[in-house]
Every structure is written in structure tokens, then in C-alpha cells.
């Protein structure tokens, strides 16, 4: 009898701590919620996290720092930002996400992930779209660019403005890239978006589609043959270590949306919404000057890493992608695509 009393009691206890041990953890959550959401209104100090997968040397990271710095200030202290580099918060997709959960506050990431989200951003991964990165600023900056963060709504998240990432070349490990043909067979991470995949097929190379914290180590175990990505990521995330071949094609150009969950953002009073939206393009210009200051010197700096580089006729590639725009006139409306080329000099 007493061994039996005591089996029920030990089975209550143990029941009694999952509960407590889970709802502590969801508790954590929902304080943490808790907190920003009665600080949005209230008196205290409002904590902002904000994600990102690049190195903490790439501009992406020094760019929010600088946005962090000016928030800080215009709010006089009521907002902290906090920065988080490397994917310590997820990769893009599961950011995106969280903005939509109401679990983080802000994320910056590529376009290319976001077509999950809303197709419309797919006209700004088609190849070769942009013509040079004056262009390509010029339009993410204007009426179009606008309209693209706009579509992001009703999907609970708002874009305050586009950072850059920029304009993406190929590295690997087998052959330099002269001609299109020499893609083929090559097993070549993309970011995870179908005119990225459809691109690299349409040339003869097999798309690895794969989230950005995982890029290294396949590259160093030889799981992939290359990738793609601009100079600044190649440097920054020490893609010299473990590609040999950089073949300066600029076939896509990416630009980095700054975003901030719908939800958490109708929440803040005015004056602190006006001083996101001043500090967001204060540090967007910060962060793109760094960019020109890096690829300026970069090609340099990567060949005395050991890197070969050439620079392809880019011609034979704008011709080889031709059917992409074809493929996806049903996704990305062949309108959206003339204002985008009508819009550049
Ligand atoms: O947005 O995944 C990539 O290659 C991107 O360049 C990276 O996520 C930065």
C-alpha cells in the first residue's frame, strides 16, 4: 500500500514539474512579448532584436550597429536594438517568419528568400535585371522598390528600406567560369529561390539550394562544387579558405530589405515609428558606402588570398538565361518587368 502512495505522489511530481519546466519556457517567451508589448505603450525601455546570417565584420552587421546608434539617440534611450550576426537567430526564412509570429522584431535579409512570401519580389532575382548598382539603388529607392515592401503587409511584416547586399559572382572549386557551358554539372549552392534554381539549371548546373549558416562547412567538406555571392560575403565569410576559382559573372544582384514585424511596429507610438523610419535610411547610406569601400578593393585583396579570379563575358550569360524571363512570365508579370528595366538609365 505505502509503495503505491508513494509511486502516485512521485507521478504527480513529475507530471507537476513538465508543466512548470514547459510553461517555464513559454512563459520566458510571453514575458519577453509581454515586456516589449507593454513597453511599446508604457514608460520603460523598448528592446529591439534585429537578425542577420553574415559575419559580425560584414556590413550588414556594422549598418544595424549604426542603425542601433542612431535609434538609440533619436529615442533618447527608450529604444535598445540589439544585433544578432551569424544566424544566432535562424537562418532568413525562420526570421522572416518570427516577424509574422511576433517572436523578434526586425530582420535583415536577401529578396530571394522573401518569395516564399509574397511572389512579387521574384522580378528583383531575375538575372541580369539591374544594369549597374547606381540602377539598381535608384529603383529598390523608388516607386517600385516601394511597391515590392508594400506587398509585404499582409504577410504582417513591413520593410522600411533596402540595405544591399549586391551584385552576386561564382565561386567553386573545379574550373575557372569563362562561358556558361562551364557551369555544367557543377553542383552549386543557391539561396533557396526558384528563378536562383532555374538560372543555374537553364546553364547546365545542378542548384543546391541551401540556407546561408550551413554554406561553409559544405563547401569545405566538398558537398557542393560552389556558390554564389557578392565580394563582400566571399571576404567576410572567409570563402577564400575553401573555394579556389572566383569568376566575376554579377548575374544577380541582391538587395536587403530591412524589416520590422507588422505586429510590434503598430504597437510603438509615433514619434518613435518616424525616428525607425529616419534611422533606417540614415544607416542604409552608411551601409552602402561601406559596400563601395570594400568592393573597391576586394578583387585585389582576394587574389592575394590565393583566389583566381576572371571576369567572364558577361554577354554569353545574359544570353544563356533568356528563358528564365520566359519560365516565369506566369509568377512575375511581364509589366513589373519592363517599369523595372524602363526605370534605369
Ligand atoms: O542575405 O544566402 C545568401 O547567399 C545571402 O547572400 C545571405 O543570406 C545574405
Not at 549597374?132 to 511584416?157: C, F, M, Y
Not at 561601406?290 to 554569353?316: F, H, R, S, Y
Request: proline share 5%; hydrophobic share 40%; glycine share 8%.
Amino acid at each position: 500500500m505505502y509503495k503505491k502512495v508513494l509511486s502516485i505522489i512521485l507521478i504527480l511530481v513529475f507530471a507537476l514539474t513538465l508543466v512548470t519546466g514547459c510553461g517555464g519556457k513559454q512563459q520566458v517567451n510571453s514575458n519577453q512579448n509581454a515586456q516589449n508589448n507593454q513597453n511599446s505603450g508604457g514608460n520603460d525601455q523598448i528592446t529591439i532584436r534585429v537578425g542577420h546570417v553574415l559575419a559580425p565584420t560584414h556590413p550588414y552587421q556594422l549598418g544595424l550597429e549604426k542603425f542601433a546608434e542612431l535609434v538609440n539617440q533619436k529615442t533618447n534611450g527608450k529604444v535598445k536594438v540589439e544585433v544578432f550576426h551569424s544566424s544566432q537567430l535562424g537562418n532568413e526564412r525562420d526570421m522572416v517568419e518570427g516577424l509574422q509570429l511576433g517572436t523578434l522584431e526586425m530582420t535583415l535579409v536577401s529578396t530571394a528568400p522573401l518569395s516564399s512570401f509574397t511572389k512579387k519580389f521574384l522580378v528583383f532575382d531575375l538575372p541580369f535585371i539591374f544594369k549597374d548598382t547606381v540602377n539598381a539603388r535608384s529603383v529598390v529607392d523608388g516607386p517600385i522598390g516601394a511597391e515590392l515592401l508594400d506587398s509585404l503587409k499582409d504577410q504582417g511584416i513591413i520593410g522600411l528600406t533596402y540595405f544591399e547586399n549586391g551584385f552576386r559572382h561564382v565561386t567553386n572549386n573545379k574550373r575557372p567560369i569563362e562561358k556558361p557551358e562551364d557551369l555544367k554539372g557543377l553542383k552549386i549552392r543557391t539561396m533557396e529561390n526558384p528563378v536562383h534554381m532555374a538560372t543555374f539549371k537553364v546553364m547546365g548546373a545542378d542548384p543546391t539550394p541551401m540556407a546561408f549558416g550551413e554554406l561553409f562547412t559544405a563547401l569545405q567538406q566538398g558537398t557542393i562544387d560552389g556558390q554564389e555571392n557578392p565580394l563582400p560575403i566571399i571576404e567576410t565569410s572567409k570563402f577564400y579558405e575553401v573555394q579556389k576559382y572566383l569568376s566575376l559573372t554579377g548575374h544577380f544582384y541582391a538587395p536587403a530589405p530591412l524589416l520590422i514585424s507588422k505586429s510590434f511596429y503598430e504597437k510603438l507610438s509615433p514619434e518613435i515609428q518616424n525616428a525607425i523610419k529616419e534611422s533606417a535610411i540614415e544607416a542604409r547610406d552608411y551601409e552602402r558606402k561601406l559596400l563601395d569601400d570594400m568592393n573597391a578593393k576586394l578583387e585585389d585583396e582576394l587574389a592575394k588570398k590565393g583566389m583566381q579570379i576572371n571576369k567572364p563575358d558577361k554577354e554569353l550569360f545574359i544570353k544563356a538565361v533568356q528563358p528564365v524571363y520566359k519560365q516565369f512570365e506566369g509568377d512575375i508579370s511581364p509589366e513589373l518587368i519592363q517599369k523595372v528595366m524602363g526605370a534605369q538609365k
